[in-house]
């Protein structure tokens, strides 16, 4: 299959990481995916530094079915998107079928509210390694980390390498 038949979504909220959503969905677009920017309700979320993330829809009104993979940014977003149910539900529904779900940095947090990492080796930024260890995942500090079906990151930094996994998972 195709990365031009996938659909992809990017979970978004109020103090994103703004390279950490950008980058990700314009590599994505680039390789021919379609990318759905999913949020809780609101139309627009704003960065940390004020940049705005559109919304093509709200996490709870969509089918978890109808996506071949999830991205969570980073930033302080991922406190904000582990309060809606629907967001962790959405990640939990996508890890369960054994689709892609790609993390980085702060994003750890959506992934252990989700309840998906328990026995799986995971990164993220150091000052949320606890919270993963504790959550029951193999916490190591590596670029990329690629599990299964799961993909995580550490920081900005590990971008380049984050999107070559996550097109790599996706043209399986």
């Not at 993390?103 to 919270?131: E, F, L, N, Y």
């Not at 590990?158 to 999107?163: A, E, N, T, W």
Request: hydrophobic share 45%; aromatic share 6%; net charge negative.
């Amino acid at each position: 299959m195709s990365i031009n038949s996938k659909h992809v979504a990017i979970l978004a909220e109020d103090d994103y990481q703004e390279l950490e959503l950008h980058y990700p969905r314009l590599r994505l677009i680039e390789a021919g995916a379609r990318v759905s920017v999913l949020g809780a309700g609101k139309d627009v979320y704003h960065s940390k530094k004020g940049y705005t993330a559109e919304c093509d829809a709200d996490a709870a009104e969509v089918d978890p079915a109808d996506f071949d993979a999830v991205v969570i940014p980073g930033g302080y977003a991922p406190d904000k998107m582990r309060g809606h149910d629907s967001m962790v539900r959405f990640v939990r529904a996508l890890a369960e079928a054994n689709k892609p779900v790609a993390w980085i940095c702060h994003a750890g947090w959506m992934a252990v509210s989700a309840d998906i990492i328990r026995g799986r080796k995971v990164t993220s930024v150091a000052s949320i390694r606890d919270d993963m260890v504790n959550a029951g995942g193999e916490w190591v500090d590596e670029t990329v980390v690629v599990d299964g079906n799961l993909i995580s990151s550490r920081v900005p930094d590990d971008l380049p390498g984050f999107c070559k996994a996550l097109l790599k998972a996706l043209e399986a």
